[in-house]
């Protein structure tokens, strides 16, 4: 394995021969989260509201499937 920064990025060189395809995909995906997280600038009281507005945006689309 080798690990350098070049520039503002950080590149991870792996042997692909040892490394499962699918454990590399769970990996990236954490490190986008931990990207996206790192960009996130909002407060608490807007995430609160977005969340509403998600669930009310699926409850709107899906409530038939539940009361008929």
């Known amino acids: 394995m080798v ?3 070049q520039n503002e ?8 021969s040892l490394i499962d395809m699918e ?5 990236t995906n954490y490190f ?3 990207e996206s997280n790192a960009r996130n600038k909002g407060t ?3 995430a609160s509201e977005l969340a509403r507005e998600v ?3 699926w409850w709107a ?3 038939s499937r539940f009361i008929k």
Request: charge should be negative; hydrophobic fraction near 40%.
């Open 44 to 46: 608490e009281e807007e």
């Open 61 to 63: 689309t899906n409530r």
């Open 9 to 16: 990025d950080i590149v991870i060189r792996l042997n692909a």
């Open 23 to 27: 454990e590399v995909q769970k990996l």
């Open 55 to 57: 669930h009310s945006a």
């Open 32 to 34: 986008r989260l931990i």
């Open 3 to 5: 690990i350098e920064r």
